[in-house]
């Protein structure tokens, strides 16, 4: 038995965003020294130079990264590089501080390996965030950038809102993930639709002086035709690649009474919907698109799925709260058999194997 799995009914016990913070809290801890950073560096990295994915003209050392939500004002970068993430993904990050919903707004359910979140963009806005990465510096591992609008933007205002995130934040970014399907913002205009995603992309493609890759990021509820139609604009404009998926509305198969709570659903639910959407994206794409897959990863054999489907890097969140600290070093473990088992000297080959 683990020192986390004694720790987590304690935890458990405690409101999600108060676990959270308190969470955060000990990372950031952990982090603000070189000693103990190191500390938590070797006892938890794990490195095999089959793990690596060289992708967005970076190199990743391994495919499991952090997806955004967990990390959003960018305080525990380097904590979570220690813990042997392969990758970070702050975000989202709004042109100016949001309160967000009001609380209670976390949820879990444990009874499904599940949490559902109402938490509505909150964070402390692009300066904050800035400020940090030129204190802190980034990690020593990608850094992605999921950016979105304000909660009170029009249409044309949220084209303004992702122009002046993208701006301020792209150069300390690998990456950049436009954020268009959280179910948790007011509905004041249809985000995803066609001629809104195509303002985005030309608005991005101007700013990205630096050649920054662009990602946008779908939600797992959308019926398939609409999800080709955005693949489609994606392509169009020579985007770099989709992260798949966000949360969902749906409830169905649930048992825990937390049920229905409005918000994203995340976590295992969500697992063989968003494999499937990553399985159809490849397919659709003959795997020329970079995927990441997001949705019930919290083990080798379920991170391992979805790279067979054609998703190139995996991210986490609610597996990373239920398994804790070493979840990235076991899950990584795990994906070192796994390759050997199956005959693949890399990562980069198992990509898609499952299409062929």
Not at 59 to 85: Q, R, S, Y
Not at 258 to 284: C, F, M, N, Q, V
Not at 303 to 331: C, D
Request: proline share 6%.
């Amino acid at each position: 038995m683990t020192l986390y799995s004694r720790l987590r009914p304690l935890a458990f016990k405690l409101p999600a965003e108060t676990a959270h913070e308190l969470g955060k809290r000990t990372l950031r801890a952990a982090q603000s020294t070189w000693p103990t950073r190191t500390a938590l560096s070797y006892a938890y990295r794990y490195d095999d130079p089959a793990l690596e994915v060289d992708l967005f003209d970076t190199t990743f050392p391994n495919p499991v990264g952090v997806a955004a939500g967990f990390d959003k004002n960018a305080e525990v970068t380097h904590a979570l590089a220690a813990l042997g993430f392969g990758f970070v993904e702050i975000g989202t990050v709004t042109p100016y501080p949001q309160a967000g919903n009001d609380r209670p707004r976390l949820f879990r359910l444990r009874e499904d390996e599940a949490m559902i979140n109402r938490m509505g963009f909150n964070g402390q806005g692009m300066e904050r965030v800035k400020s940090r990465l030129e204190a802190d510096g980034t990690p020593d591992i990608p850094l992605g950038v999921n950016v979105g609008k304000m909660n009170t933007s029009s249409e044309r205002e949220a084209i303004e809102d992702y122009r002046r995130v993208f701006d301020r934040l792209s150069p300390f970014a690998d990456y950049v993930v436009v954020n268009v399907s959280c179910p948790n913002t007011p509905d004041e205009f249809d985000e995803g639709s066609p001629e809104h995603l195509r303002t985005i992309f030309e608005t991005l493609e101007a700013e990205n002086d630096r050649d920054v890759p662009i990602l946008v990021k779908i939600g797992p509820d959308e019926p398939e035709e609409s999800v080709f139609d955005l693949v489609d604009i994606v392509r169009a404009f020579d985007l770099d690649g989709i992260v798949a998926t966000n949360t969902s509305t749906s409830r169905e198969g649930l048992t825990s009474p937390r049920r229905e709570e409005w918000g994203g659903l995340s976590g295992k639910p969500l697992e063989d919907r968003s494999t499937a959407l990553i399985r159809s994206l490849a397919d659709y794409t003959d795997g020329d698109l970079p995927i990441v897959g997001v949705g019930g990863v919290d083990s080798a054999e379920s991170a391992y799925e979805k790279i067979r489907a054609g998703a190139s890097l995996v991210q986490l969140y609610t597996g990373f709260v239920y398994e804790g600290p070493s979840t990235a070093t076991r899950i990584n473990r795990g994906l070192s058999d796994l390759l050997e088992r199956d005959g693949f000297s890399s990562v980069e080959d198992a990509v898609g194997a499952d299409l062929e």
